[in-house]
């Protein structure tokens, strides 16, 4: 007798916490410190990973809530929907989340692939085109590696996982042995004044390492394959914040400590040159190599969440029916898999990394981050307190600290530009045309706010 392909729980804490860890480190860090250096103009760079992280705590708050709360595939497309009303405002919601995620969710796909050709330069430099082909070949390789049930892909994800940790501890174990506090800790005169000019190169380079943090809810779009997910989604999201976020602190002041910051700001492979000053060439060369590895590592992991957020909303039938599709006996989203890397080949070879990084931002803050934040206020009035088997610590404050410090990004990403329009006009332009799509939709279909009347 033939069953229905449904999505499988098949992922424990593990599995789960490693998907997270992998998601967020991938290239960014290393792409990312020499640029914020460059923002900050010396070491004091550090307080944009200190705020980047203290923003990841206090979403993940949010994110903890809803995805115990509501553990299926999909993330805050359910979110969103059933936060914001099923039937009223939640559907123009999770609509809009999924209008973005068309585009943003390949943009960050490309921006791994991007920033993995970058570093590939170091072991063979390579013209532009062949960059593009790096690039838009990796992406080309983790959808085949991808077209697999979510067991195996649990698997790798752990092999892959414990490759990061160890990358991560070699770096930051040769920078301690080698530290040097001078280089680390002296700061250029009034470098850190808490002046409003501060706040705004605070805040610009904070865009920055909140990329780097990204990935943090991965286990969220994953909450149908999670086992035991009231316990195991909060779980993961604390431990991958507080894990990586000690990664990436202990990482720059290694780095700090041992190349001067004005070499830093300048060098485009950073992690290469750190590690060919503490052991030489050919070492650096090895580096490089688990670098590609971490980023590849990354890809994988997000790849994986997102290819998740179409099916989910098709099979609620609120995006088109093909992406709710399951492989007839694999049992993973095959067309949403195909179609979002697909999109990310493209952007992989349009594209260079500093538009993307400050673009992925500007689309994704106002719907998916604060209106989650939002909506987990929303679920408390809603829902009563044995429906939410996790609850925040100290509520509301983590939510209003979310919301507050994303739309202090929101602002500093007027300072990035793509074709010379700053992207949080782009990311407000997705979202116009999002909600007249979805309202001459709506019209059609007699949907909210244009509800049919019987008879």
């Known amino acids: 007798m033939n069953t229905k392909p449904a999505l499988r729980r098949e992922l424990g804490l593990i599995q789960a916490t490693a998907l997270n860890m992998i998601d967020m480190v991938g290239i960014g860090p290393f792409i990312v410190l020499p640029i914020v250096v460059q923002i900050m103009a010396g070491p004091q760079a550090i307080w944009a990973w200190v705020a980047g992280a203290v923003l990841a ?123 040097n506090s001078t280089l680390a800790f002296t700061y250029p005169e009034n470098s850190v004044d808490f002046s409003w000019a501060f706040f705004g190169l605070l805040g610009n380079a904070t865009v920055k390492t909140v990329y780097s943090y990204l990935g943090y809810y991965n286990v969220c779009h994953l909450g149908g394959e999670i086992r035991n997910p009231e316990k195991n989604i909060p779980r993961s999201i604390f431990i991958s914040i507080i894990g990586i976020a000690f990664l990436y602190l202990s990482l720059n002041l290694s780095v700090y400590g041992v190349v001067p910051w004005q070499e830093i700001q300048n060098s485009p492979f950073i992690v290469s040159t750190f590690i060919e000053k503490l052991y030489g060439h050919s070492a650096a060369l090895f580096a490089t190599g688990l670098i590609l590895l971490i980023a590849f590592a990354s890809l994988f992991a997000v790849v994986v969440g997102y290819s998740r957020i179409p099916y989910a909303a098709a099979v609620e039938g609120a995006f088109f029916k ?31 990394m500093k538009e993307i990084i400050s673009a992925i931002l ?73 909600i007249v799509v979805y309202f001459v939709q709506a019209k059609i279909r007699g949907e909210f706010p244009f509800v049919r009347e019987n008879g």
């Open 57 to 179: 705590l206090v979403d993940g708050f949010v994110w903890a809530e809803l995805g115990a709360a509501m553990p299926q595939a999909g993330g805050s497309f359910v979110f969103l929907r059933e936060t914001f009303g099923r039937d009223r405002w939640g559907k123009l919601m999770s609509f809009l989340f999924i209008w973005q995620t068309i585009i943003q969710a390949p943009l960050v796909v490309a921006s791994g692939s991007i920033g993995f050709a970058m570093y590939f330069n170091f072991l063979v430099e390579l013209t532009p085109l062949q960059s593009k082909m790096v690039s838009g070949g990796l992406v080309l390789l983790i959808t085949v590696l991808l077209y697999r049930k979510v067991g195996d892909i649990g698997k790798i994800s752990v092999v892959l996982w414990v490759a990061v940790l160890a990358t991560m501890g070699w770096l930051i174990y040769g920078g301690a042995t080698h530290f």
């Open 362 to 434: 500007a689309m994704r803050i106002i719907i998916q981050f604060i209106g989650g934040a939002v909506g987990v206020m929303l679920l408390r009035r809603k829902w009563s307190s044995d429906r939410i088997p996790f609850k925040m610590w100290l509520y509301p404050i983590p939510a209003m600290m979310a919301i507050l410090l994303w739309i202090w990004l929101f602002s500093a990403t007027m300072s990035s530009t793509i074709l010379d329009i700053p992207v949080t006009i782009w990311g407000l332009i997705v979202l116009a045309s999002g």
């Open 322 to 352: 093909v992406f709710a599709k399951l492989h007839p006996t694999k049992d993973f989203p095959y067309i949403s898999l195909l179609v979002l890397c697909g999109i990310a080949f493209i952007f992989s070879l349009m594209f260079k």
